[in-house]
Each structure stands twice: as structure tokens, then as C-alpha cells.
């Protein structure tokens, strides 16, 4: 147990469709954020929210996407008209857990776009 | 999106030997972790650095945060076949809010054969 959950950990669709995962933190963090791993690369950075504002969106970030976090606590990132090139990891993080300057990531919502 | 430098790509060695891998950065970081990732799951983080010279042990795990600031290795030492996995390194300038944003490396991809 990460305390990160992630939903659904598999996605497949189909070029065009909508998507969105949903991330869980366990216990009420500050800061969460979205990466993106795409196959045979490490993480990298989409967007962070300090409770509901979200403050940082990494330019991979297009208009396709757009990330929420209602009430501070629980995340959306949905994604429009996915392409296959949107095909990938998406993991959700919070920080501490294990030290200052830490990310506790969770399992991830594997996305695969036909 | 900037990822650090991280070598080798992938090691494949016989269980007992002992591994090293390393990452460099143009950047300096205030912070270095090493995170672990099995197939499937989110990385888990194994090491956190937080000095320059700083040398830290985690059981058969050993990492440095490198003195220029802009790099750091691990070594595991008597290698297992439950230490197969991908090895990331990351880095952060650290402080509060988006400076717990991690810039990754692309990993080495560790196979231990029994």
C-alpha cells in the first residue's frame, strides 16, 4: 500500500474517445501531482496542486488535457479525443511520506489508445 | 521534457555480483533519490540524499550524492533475484510547492539471473 490509490490501473480505448483517471491519496496531503512514463523513459512532470489550486502545468500538458482536485483531497486528469501517441503511464504522486523533497507515487493508470 | 543522464541502460549479471549505476546532471540538485520500479507498479523510492559528499546505505543498497552537486551512483552490493527491476535516479532543487517536481532519468534495467 502506496497511499496513493489509482483508478482504473487499465485503460484501453479507442483513438477519439475520453478518458479519465482518478487518483486517491489515503490521507489529506497539500501537494499531488500527475507524471506521465512512456514506455522505456522515466517520469516526467504534467501538473501539481496545492490543495485545490492547480499551480504548475508542464507544457506536455495540451489542451486535450485538463486535471481537477475539487476539494483538496481526491484528483481527476481526463484526457479528450485521446491519440495513440497518448498512450502510457499516469501516475499520481503526493509528497513526504519518507523524508523532505520525497514523492510517493502510486500504482499508476496504464493508458493504451488503439 | 529535461531528464538526467543516467547510465548504464540495463545490466544483466549473475545473482552475488555486485551493481553500480550512476546519473549526471547539467543542473544542481539540492536533493537525489533513487527509486525502484517492478512491472507494473509506480516507483518506489529506495534512497534520498540531501548533502553534497553525502553517503547513505539502505541494506545492500549504498548511493552518494556527488560533490559538484549535478550527480550521484548506487551500488547494490551481493545482488538477488528479487533486486530485478528498473532503477531510476531523480533529482529536485527541493524547498516548497513545484520544487518537489522531480526530473528523472531514464533508468537502468537490472537482470539478476538466478
Known amino acids: 500500500d502506496t497511499g496513493v490509490s489509482q483508478n482504473p490501473r487499465h485503460k484501453i480505448t479507442k483513438r477519439g474517445q475520453n478518458v479519465t483517471f482518478r487518483c486517491d491519496p489515503i490521507s489529506e496531503h497539500n501537494r499531488l501531482y500527475w507524471y506521465r512514463q512512456t514506455l522505456g523513459q522515466g517520469p516526467e512532470f504534467l501538473t501539481y496542486f496545492q490543495n485545490e489550486a492547480q499551480l504548475e502545468k508542464s507544457r506536455l500538458l495540451s489542451d486535450r488535457f485538463s486535471a481537477e482536485r475539487p476539494k483538496g483531497s481526491f484528483s481527476t486528469l481526463e484526457i479528450q479525443r485521446t491519440e495513440q501517441g497518448d498512450s502510457a503511464m499516469y501516475l499520481c504522486a503526493i509528497d513526504g511520506g519518507s523524508g523532505a523533497n520525497v514523492l510517493t507515487f502510486g500504482a499508476g493508470s496504464r493508458l493504451t489508445v488503439l | 521534457g529535461q531528464q538526467l543522464n543516467q547510465s548504464p541502460q540495463s545490466m544483466f549479471i549473475q545473482e552475488g555480483e555486485d551493481v553500480s549505476m550512476n546519473c549526471t546532471s547539467s543542473s544542481i540538485f539540492n536533493t537525489w533519490l533513487w527509486y525502484k520500479q517492478e512491472p507494473g507498479e509506480g516507483p518506489v523510492l529506495l534512497i534520498a540524499?540531501?548533502?553534497?559528499?553525502e553517503l547513505t546505505s539502505n541494506g545492500r543498497l549504498t548511493a552518494q550524492f556527488g560533490i559538484t552537486r549535478k550527480d550521484s551512483f548506487l551500488n547494490i552490493s551481493a545482488s538477488i533475484p528479487s533486486d530485478v527491476g528498473i532503477y531510476f535516479c531523480a533529482g529536485t532543487r527541493g524547498g516548497g510547492g513545484s520544487n518537489y517536481k522531480l526530473t528523472f532519468g531514464k533508468g537502468t534495467l537490472l537482470t539478476v539471473n538466478p
Open positions: 540524499l540531501y548533502k553534497a559528499g
